[in-house]
Structures are given as structure tokens and as C-alpha cells.
T-cell receptor, first 111, second 113 residues
Framework: EADIYQTPRYLVIGTGKKITLECSQTMGHDKMYWYQQDPGMELHLIHYSYGVNSTEKGDLSSESTVSRIRTEHFPLTLESARPSHTSQYLC??????????FGPGTRLTVL | QQQVKQSPQSLIVQKGGISIINCAYENTAFDYFPWYQQFPGKGPALLIAIRPDVSEKKEGRFTISFNKSAKQFSLHIMDSQPGDSATYFCAASGGTGGFKTIFGAGTRLFVKA
């Protein structure tokens, strides 16, 4: 069982709210990732991190931001949520560029 | 150069049949080729992976076939079961070369009982 956690699992909020999706891993992995995915569809990389204080934008443009102050923690923030942000957000981590371990995801609905 | 092309988009197979999903890559620096399985409401999980120094890897009913010269690899699921119904993603990464993982678009497999 992978030791990577995401909270909340489900979030329903109104337009314009600021939200933070939490992701933590206890495996000591250097690399962490955020993906956006509509159910059963393609995985879109929106952010990744090589290590502490290192973050990069992914292949899909996103209005969200991330931070990596501690190895185990990689939160994602949306300053002003909009209905177009409704999706599932998956966090993952890896040691090097090998196997990625995924969290259970956060299903976000913006009304 | 960084794309991984996956086909088919969806697949329906009878119980007991063989499911085959194909992927093609472009970057010859990739040296790690995993397949992930995702059930509804869950994150993807590693199913099986191969490195380019072998042409085939088998784990139970799951086999990866790898063709380095054609830059293609495929997943074969033998004796497919309804419990195999899921979305499957192929991927490629640079392992030691520093190229981040690129995922295919996914294949939705449905195994009919």
C-alpha cells in the first residue's frame, strides 16, 4: 500500500473561493506531481517538483500554484476557483523517474 | 519527441479472451516503460514495467512485449476477467536519464462476463 495521502477526498465549493488541496507522502520520495484528470480520461500533468524549493509547470496550463517547502508535503492552491476547475486532482510521488505512487485523488466541484 | 501514443481508446473483450493494448514512443532515451491500472474512484497503480534490455516480461496473466527497433510496446492480458475492467495507461520515462514520465492517453477496457 502506497503511503501517499490526499485531503480532502471530495470538495464542493462556490465560485471565487480560495482552496488548498493537500498531498503528503511518507516514502521520502524526491519527486512529486499533480495531475488533473476527468474520470477515466487522460492524465494531464499540471505541476511537478524535483525536490524541496523546486517546482515546475507541467504540460497542461493551470491557474493553480504549488509549493514544496518540505520533502513530504506538496500542496496545490487555487486562489479563485471557477466551474472550469471542476475535475479530479491526483497527487503522485516517485524516487527518481521510476514508478510513481498515486494518492486516491480529490474530486473538486466548483458551483 | 516526448509523446507516447496509446491505442485503442476503448476495448471490449469477452471473459477468457486476450486484451491487447499498444503504445509507441519517440524518444530513444526513454529506458523505463511501465503500465498503470486505474479503477474508478482510485488513483492509478503500477501493474507491470519493463526496461529496454529485454523483449518480454510476464507477471501472471499480464505480459509486456517490447520492440526496441520499432519503438513500440504492448500489454497483453491473457484470460481476461471482469475484474480486469479498468483504464490502463502506458508510460515512458528516462529513469536514469532525467526525462520525466510521459503517459499515454489511456485505454478503457471492459471485459464482458
Amino acid at each position: 500500500e502506497a503511503d501517499i495521502y490526499q485531503t480532502p477526498r471530495y470538495l464542493v465549493i462556490g465560485t471565487g473561493k480560495k482552496i488548498t488541496l493537500e498531498c503528503s507522502q511518507t516514502m521520502g520520495h524526491d519527486k512529486m506531481y499533480w495531475y488533473q484528470q476527468d474520470p477515466g480520461m487522460e492524465l494531464h500533468l499540471i505541476h511537478y517538483s524535483y525536490g524541496v524549493n523546486s517546482t515546475e509547470k507541467g504540460d497542461l496550463s493551470s491557474e493553480s500554484t504549488v509549493s514544496r517547502i518540505r520533502t513530504e508535503h506538496f500542496p496545490l492552491t487555487l486562489e479563485s476557483a471557477r466551474p472550469s476547475h471542476t475535475s479530479q486532482y491526483l497527487c503522485a510521488s516517485s524516487l527518481g523517474w521510476g514508478e510513481q505512487f498515486f494518492g486516491p485523488g480529490t474530486r473538486l466541484t466548483v458551483l | 519527441q516526448q509523446q507516447v501514443k496509446q491505442s485503442p481508446q476503448s476495448l471490449i473483450v469477452q471473459k477468457g479472451g486476450i486484451s491487447i493494448i499498444n503504445c509507441a514512443y519517440e524518444n530513444t532515451a526513454f529506458d523505463y516503460f511501465p503500465w498503470y491500472q486505474q479503477f474508478p474512484g482510485k488513483g492509478p497503480a503500477l501493474l507491470i514495467a519493463i526496461r529496454p534490455d529485454v523483449s518480454e516480461k510476464k507477471e501472471g496473466r499480464f505480459t509486456i512485449s517490447f520492440n526496441k527497433s520499432a519503438k513500440q510496446f504492448s500489454l497483453h492480458i491473457m484470460d481476461s476477467q471482469p475484474g480486469d475492467s479498468a483504464t490502463y495507461f502506458c508510460a515512458a520515462s528516462g529513469g536514469t536519464g532525467g526525462f520525466k514520465t510521459i503517459f499515454g492517453a489511456g485505454t478503457r477496457l471492459f471485459v464482458k462476463a
